[in-house]
């Protein structure tokens, strides 16, 4: 602060104080306090600033050995917010009515250094006779503005007897302002940190997991937990090496300094990708471990379809040259056997049977080569869509399938509750009814239940045709290689009528999901989109 500036404030601060009509020889009369309420308000927007205050003053007295001081810490507006230091300097100012709560302004207690730190946005002091009141001309006091987001947010005063003075005290006073600030913006930045990686940690869609040099949890996130079948941070301060499937790793981790990544393992029925690394201090000493696993089931699904696409694709090349080399000789074999049949009349009736077995094997050979044909078709990744009643397409499958239902004792369950119009390509979409109740059909040996249900999705805007079977079920491993061509678990199956199945309804833009066990059973489910 230039000298010439503060004497000419002191001068005409002194001005202002005997126009407010004050009289030097009186004592300070402030004449408003805040509410306590108001109060501790105030103190709570500063709360950080305070509490970090406190700590460097308290440290800042300790180092005035000798020197009896009072700090008093500011808002940005003036009010004492809280004091502390001797107890004999804090009685003699509070019995001046200078207490928490009281505006330091010069209408009320005269010069103070206070109110000109505030206006002047710079540090200030007032020693002995700067002071307009005359009881007031034994004391110094030393202000400095305190800073927060470029903006200034209060003061930091020291108080102490004039002939204390030294010419290091001001100095003191705002190296300690200077560091408080300083903590204040790391506390801050610090905060601002946990709270971002709080929200990092709690909403992350992967697994985190922290341990200390020991091996101990220390930090587990909740999609973690989720994972791993905890909750509630059970898992925190356990060893990591009781935890299941990534308790080896993390422990060897630990013991080895090695790294983990990309390693694949199985949790919750889902397949995730796992990385560990140990974590070292500034003297490259391991303090910790650091893991995280992200769900990848997702992924390793789609790389399926897309390596099923391709299967589909090569075999569709491969069935298109097999039919046509295949079927025109077939069809003349047909046509000759056929004619043959009628112009011999053998009396032998074994050569009937022979005739008869012939053209069965003929025609089994002549279904084979048209599922080739039909994956094979040029257009096969086109449909012809009109609007059709689902419900009435299934109540034909399901008569001509009748016959077959009532050999094997099939009780069938039909519940049309979806009965508008739907826009499929019919023949293909019979065709993929067909081949899962046939499946359903097969997979019940005598006296059973299928059900078949039309409805719509409570999950999307959707159709869904529910067909479920009491049958023998299958296993995981079956259920996941459903849609794989040729892959059959029937006696004499080819594996290509769900193969063929899946790709219908993905061309018209639905999906088919199973659900199976064992001994009880399965459901598919076609969901089908409304437009």
């Given at each position: 602060m230039k000298?010439?500036?503060?004497?000419?404030?002191?001068?005409?601060?002194?001005?202002?104080?005997?126009?407010?009509?004050?009289n030097p020889d009186d004592l300070p009369a402030p004449k408003e306090k805040l509410p306590k309420g108001d109060l501790e308000q105030k103190k709570r927007m500063l709360d950080d600033t305070i509490s970090v205050a406190r700590i460097f003053m308290t440290r800042l007295i300790s180092n005035l050995q000798g020197t009896a001081v009072v700090i008093c810490i500011t808002d940005h507006e003036g009010y004492i917010l809280e004091t502390y230091g001797d107890e004999m300097i804090k009685w003699q100012i509070e019995s001046l009515g200078l207490s928490p709560g009281i505006l330091f302004e010069e209408e009320q207690v005269g010069t103070n250094s206070i109110e000109m730190a505030l206006k002047m946005g710079q540090s200030a002091h007032t020693i002995g006779s700067d002071h307009f009141f005359r009881c007031l001309h034994k004391s110094a006091c030393f202000s400095v503005p305190l800073h927060a987001s470029g903006k200034i947010c209060g003061t930091i005063t020291m108080m102490m007897a004039a002939h204390h003075v030294s010419p290091y005290h001001p100095a003191l006073l705002q190296s300690a302002v200077d560091s408080i600030e300083r903590?204040?913006?790391?506390?801050?930045?610090?905060?601002?940190l946990l709270v971002l990686n709080q929200v990092l940690m709690e909403n992350s869609r992967t697994g985190v997991i922290l341990t200390d040099e020991d091996g101990r949890i220390i930090e587990i996130n909740p999609y973690a937990e989720k994972v791993l079948s905890s909750c509630n941070g059970e898992l925190c301060n356990r060893q990591?090496?009781?935890?299941?499937?990534i308790g080896p790793y993390m422990g060897s981790v630990l013991s080895g300094n090695k790294k983990v990544e990309d390693v694949e393992i199985s949790l919750s029925h889902n397949t995730f990708l796992f990385d560990s690394f140990p974590i070292y201090d500034e003297s490259n000493r391991i303090i910790g471990v650091f893991a995280q696993f992200r769900d990848i089931t997702e992924r390793l699904v789609l790389e399926r379809q897309l390596m099923l696409s391709e299967k589909l694709s090569a075999i569709g090349k491969i069935g298109a040259g097999l039919a046509h080399e295949i079927r025109n000789p077939l069809t003349s074999i047909?046509?000759?056997?056929?004619?043959?049949?009628e112009n011999f009349r053998p009396a032998d009736h074994k050569q009937k049977d022979y005739f008869r077995i012939i053209f069965s094997e003929l025609e089994r050979i002549k279904n084979l080569v048209q599922q080739f044909v039909m994956m094979a078709k040029p257009d096969r990744k086109e449909v012809a869509k009109t609007r059709i009643g689902l419900h009435e397409l299934i109540e034909d499958i399901l008569a001509l399938m009748e016959y077959d239902f009532q050999d094997k004792n099939i009780k069938i369950h039909y519940q049309p509750l979806y009965k508008e119009n739907l826009e499929i390509d019919k023949d293909k979409i019979k065709q993929v009814i067909l081949n899962i109740l046939q499946n359903a059909f097969d997979a019940i040996d005598f006296d059973g239940n299928i059900s078949v249900v039309i409805r719509q999705s409570q999950v999307d805007k959707g159709i869904e045709i529910v067909i479920s079977d009491d049958g023998f079920g299958m296993d995981r491993d079956t259920v996941e290689k459903l849609a794989t061509p040729f892959h059959s678990t029937k006696k004499y199956g080819l594996g290509l009528g769900l193969s063929m199945s899946y790709s219908i309804i993905e061309l018209h833009k639905g999906r088919i999901t199973v659900e199976s066990e064992n001994g009880k059973g399965t459901a598919f489910t076609i969901w089908l989109p409304r437009t």
């Open positions: 000298i010439e500036s503060r004497h000419t404030y002191i001068h005409q601060s002194h001005q202002n104080c005997l126009d407010a009509k004050l903590e204040v913006l790391a506390k801050k930045q610090n905060k601002k990591i090496t009781e935890v299941a499937v047909i046509g000759l056997l056929a004619l043959l049949k």
